[in-house]
Structure formats: C-alpha cells, structure tokens
C-alpha cells in the first residue's frame, strides 16, 4: 500500500535550520509531484514547497521563499525539505504529501518547533 514516512522533526532554536524527509513506498515515486504541507495550531493546513516528478521545477509559499528548499531522490523515493532561517512562526506539523491515482496521500506528520 501507499506509504508516506516523515522523519527529522524536533525542536530548534530561531535562526536555526532543519532537514526534513519523507520515504515513499507502494507506488511509482518518480512518476508524482510532491509536496509538503504545513499546519500550525488553530490553523489550517497549507501548501509549503511543490516539486515536478522529475525534480526540475519547484514552487514556494510566500513565507518561505528564499529560506526553504524542497529537493528530491527518485533513487531513494525520498522527498526532503531543507529549512534555513527558521522563525517561531514556522512551529507546525509538517505534512508530506502526492495525489496519487486520483488519491490524496498524506504521511503521518513530524512536528516542527521553533523556540528559544
């Protein structure tokens, strides 16, 4: 089945940086954009980085341009997300995410907090 696996959450410090990564399984990774997601608490969910199948375009919130960057390893069916210049206001869950088959694939989330 269609699996979606998040890892590299945690707690960092304002100004800090952070890598997240999602393994996929179950389905032809490199055949699907992907996308993360992000939801902060009494928030709802939004788009945060979207990258083409083949890796050769990527688009960004507004709040995140220039600091974030989503990348991806069709060898490894893993999509990243490297995060620089973290603000308090980038603490959420973030969400890896494909619409495969006509379907909404989402992982299970890492938390993501930034705090002094």
């Known amino acids: 089945q269609v699996q979606l696996v998040e890892s590299g959450g945690g707690l960092v410090q304002p100004g800090g940086s952070l890598r997240l990564s999602c393994a996929a399984s179950?389905?032809?990774?490199?055949?699907?954009?992907m996308s993360w997601y992000r939801q902060a608490p009494g928030k709802e969910r939004e788009l945060v980085a979207v990258?083409?199948?083949?890796?050769?375009?990527?688009n960004y919130a507004d709040s995140v341009k220039g600091r974030f960057t989503i990348s991806r390893d069709n060898a490894k069916n893993t999509v990243y997300l490297q995060m620089n210049s973290l603000k308090p206001e980038d603490t959420a869950v973030y969400y890896c995410?494909?619409?495969?088959?006509?379907?909404?694939?989402w992982g299970q989330g890492t938390q993501v907090t930034v705090s002094s």
């Open positions: 179950g389905f032809t990774f490199s055949m699907y954009a």
């Open positions: 995410y494909t619409r495969q088959r006509g379907s909404d694939r």
């Open positions: 990258i083409t199948s083949a890796g050769g375009s990527a």
